[in-house]
């Protein structure tokens, strides 16, 4: 299985396959206490580096304390496929030098020039890693549910319902922006298996990552 490279300067393929279409609506409600809005893409066609079709559907549920969103994956082909999530949020930080993350991790994913994974090593797990002037693109292997991301202004928490958790940070060059990544697997899975799990015909997997959100007065 092979993608077409997306990456020119990296020579490989990232982000997976669903990350440049074009999703409808597919419902959308209102309440006093939040917003829901579905939208749907359906793959018809079998495409070069995935010859299978299927369904996602994403939920964003807007609430007073945050956000949620539900990643529904629905398998339409005859065979099974093998599949990780991952999600690419950025946060906006007014002092990201002063800001940390927080998780629990013992294990890094360790990336070659191409930024394609060739491994993992031990980390020392730390109480926050403190962003100062780093810059990031790492990946982590966690051994919990929940990412916190703390500001000047405001904490964020991040949870997943997924039993296997990674992370991937990122800083691009704009200044105290950060992407906070939560996936279900690693780069290059489908050589190094980790993470990555498989969906059998006219099934579906549900992932969740709530976003809970307290502004600091």
């Known amino acids: 299985m092979q993608l077409d490279i997306n990456h020119k300067n990296e020579n490989n393929a990232i982000h997976g396959f669903i990350y440049n279409k074009e999703f409808e609506v597919v419902d959308s409600k209102t309440s006093k206490s ?23 559907q994403l939920v964003y549920t807007l609430s007073k304390n945050g956000l949620t969103l539900t990643v529904v994956i629905m398998n339409t082909d005859s065979k099974t496929f093998p599949f990780t999530i991952g999600w690419h949020p950025y946060f906006i930080s007014e002092d990201l030098y002063h800001s940390t993350v927080k998780f629990d991790c013992t294990k890094k994913v360790v990336l070659g020039d191409r930024m394609i994974t060739t491994g993992t ?4 797990n730390q109480d ?18 929940k990412i916190h991301f703390r500001t000047p202004a405001y904490d964020l928490e991040i949870a997943s319902s997924s039993k296997d958790t ?11 922006v950060i992407a906070i990544e939560p996936t279900t697997g690693i780069s290059d899975s489908f050589n190094n298996n980790i993470g ?22």
Not at 34 to 56: C, D, M, N, S
Not at 121 to 124: I, Q, S, V
Not at 166 to 176: D, I, R
């Open 121 to 124: 090593d031990d980390y020392l």
């Open 34 to 56: 939040e917003a829901l809005i579905t939208l749907q893409y359906e793959e018809t066609q079998l495409t070069k580096g995935f010859p299978y079709t299927y369904k996602v």
């Open 166 to 176: 990674y992370l991937q940070l990122y800083t691009p060059p704009k200044e105290n």
């Open 196 to 217: 990555l799990q498989t969906l059998e015909p006219e099934s579906s997997y549900t992932v969740k990552w709530d976003l809970i959100l307290e502004r600091k007065s």
């Open 128 to 145: 926050h890693l403190q962003i100062e002037g780093k810059k990031l693109d790492d990946c982590f292997i966690l051994n919990s549910d």
